[in-house]
């Protein structure tokens, strides 16, 4: 069983176009997050959620839309991609915000072209 | 915010020899400092981390260190093998609400045979 899912594992598409990635976590976590990995493999905070309520959005464009229906699930919705979207998304669950082991989905590889 | 510095970004040494990596961290609050390996195409998972009642801890052929007044902490790996080849990347975080985990540039470690 993958304790952390994401969907799709690659993503090629147009400048302009809007996608969506889509994250699930069955380890009963109750906080969840975004981080972008660029292509230098910097890893940097996206947004937060806890119990669904947005507790960290870094100063991402407002192009990027995360949407939390339930605490099992956090999804990205990126409107406009633009070149320079191009990177690997990941999707992490943590038992509580905080100080807490931070486990990570595999990755979506978004390619803007 | 916490800032995180790493270093070296690259790294390459013998099979057998022993591989030290440093970070320092800003937010003197921060008590929570876990490493991450991410090996080519995959996720980053969890190796070791330490909090700040502790000064060191062991597992097998890893150990962290960590110097709160000076607010670094060292990840070292004796006896390395090829399979210790990847990125590892260094993280801090306090208990504070509203904060995620803040990542190192990482470090590319090359172990050749």
């Known amino acids: 069983d993958t304790a952390v899912s994401q969907t799709p594992k690659y993503l090629v598409t147009q400048m302009g176009n809007d996608k969506s990635i889509k994250c699930e976590q069955n380890?009963?976590?109750?906080?969840m997050y975004w981080y972008k990995q660029d292509s230098k493999k910097f890893l940097k905070i996206m947004f937060s959620?806890?119990?669904?309520?947005?507790?960290i959005n870094e100063t991402v464009p407002n192009r990027f839309s995360p949407k939390s229906p339930d605490k099992a699930h956090l999804n990205l919705h990126i409107n406009s991609l633009e070149l320079g979207d191009s990177a690997v998304y990941f999707c992490?669950?943590?038992?509580?915000?905080?100080?807490?082991?931070?486990?990570f989905g595999a990755g979506s590889r978004l390619t803007v072209l | 915010g916490e800032n995180v510095e790493q270093h070296p970004s690259t790294l390459s040494v013998q099979e057998g020899d022993s591989a030290v990596i440093k970070c320092t961290y800003s937010?003197?609050?921060?008590?929570?400092f876990p490493w991450y390996k991410q090996e080519l195409g995959k996720r980053p998972q969890l190796i070791i981390d330490?909090?700040?009642?502790?000064g060191e801890k062991k597992d097998q052929r890893i150990a962290v260190t960590l110097n709160k007044t000076a607010k670094h902490f060292s990840l070292h790996i004796t006896e390395t093998q090829p399979e210790d080849s990847a990125v590892y990347f260094c993280?801090?975080?306090?208990?504070?609400?509203?904060?995620?985990?803040?990542f190192g540039k990482g470090t590319t470690l090359s172990v050749s045979s």
């Open positions: 380890l009963g976590h109750d906080t």
């Open positions: 330490i909090r700040s009642n502790v």
């Open positions: 992490a669950s943590s038992s509580g915000s905080g100080a807490n082991v931070l486990t």
């Open positions: 993280a801090a975080i306090s208990n504070q609400a509203g904060t995620a985990l803040i």
């Open positions: 959620y806890n119990n669904k309520e947005l507790i």
């Open positions: 937010d003197s609050a921060s008590n929570y």
